[in-house]
């Protein structure tokens, strides 16, 4: 009877808990660290569906946006170690079907990027002789140990015509927590609005046979054809 794969989600983060040296600190669970419940809050309305919401605790402070016409968090909350007195973490909310999931994670140590324990990518976009050409992306995902075996990226790009045909791309494992992949965009050089959906898939194995990890990450770019330099 074949085994029953165990996955282990890291993307979803169900326990994400990082080591710090500081008692106030020492293990924190994202989860935990988003749940407003757990702080006491102050609010200021910025439009008829949006509120900016800023809480504190004993350990943390914490201040995002929240949809209160459909009861989830958005964008990016950002989480405060108060007795160091500085940036702890940065948290991207991505909504799909209704539901919260937590995208991007930037874990900071003296208010630098950990990258170490951090998940998130960055972007490069380069034009030539003003002209649209390419998009470099830079995927981080954290330290593991856990050994990387493939990446999949599926991504849309749409126009102004609002069409897009879904691409698959494999990313070469070169590294076991940082990768990059390059998009050719030259041919969209005379588009006045471009917009780029994917999704990341890092699948990574441990040492037991039934054992896997994926991280994923959902990636939206609005990029201009033509510099602005």
């Known amino acids: 009877m074949e085994k029953k794969v165990r996955l282990i989600f890291l993307s979803i983060i169900l ?3 990082i080591s710090c040296k500081k008692e106030d600190t020492s293990t924190l669970d994202i989860k935990q660290a988003l749940d407003l419940s757990r702080y006491k809050l102050s609010q200021k309305i910025i439009n008829d569906s949006i509120i900016e919401y800023t809480g504190e605790n004993e350990k943390l402070s914490i201040k995002g946006e929240y949809n209160k016409n459909r009861n989830h968090k958005i964008g990016w909350w950002n989480v405060y170690d108060k007795k160091k ?14 539901k919260e999931k937590i995208n991007q994670v930037l874990i ?3 208010n630098k990027i950990d990258t170490s324990k951090s998940k998130f990518y960055t972007k490069d976009i380069e034009y030539q002789n003003n002209r649209l ?11 593991s140990t856990f050994k990387t075996k ?15 045909v879904t691409k698959k791309a494999s990313i070469e494992v070169k590294n076991q927590s940082h990768h990059y992949y390059e998009i050719d965009l030259s041919k969209y050089y005379d588009k006045k609005n471009i917009f780029i959906a994917g999704l990341f ?8 046979t039934d054992e896997m990890g994926i991280n994923e990450m959902f990636i939206e770019d609005s990029i201009k054809a033509k510099s602005s330099h």
Do not use: A, C, M, R
């Open 108 to 110: 900071y140590d003296n």
């Open 133 to 143: 050409s390419k998009i470099k992306y830079n995927f981080f995902t954290p330290k």
């Open 150 to 164: 493939n990446i999949d990226l599926f991504y849309d790009i749409f126009t102004d015509e609002n069409n897009s």
């Open 201 to 208: 898939s890092e699948y990574s194995y441990g040492n037991k």
């Open 15 to 17: 326990t994400w808990i």
């Open 85 to 98: 007195k500085e940036i702890f973490s940065k948290i991207q909310i991505f909504v799909e079907d209704d």
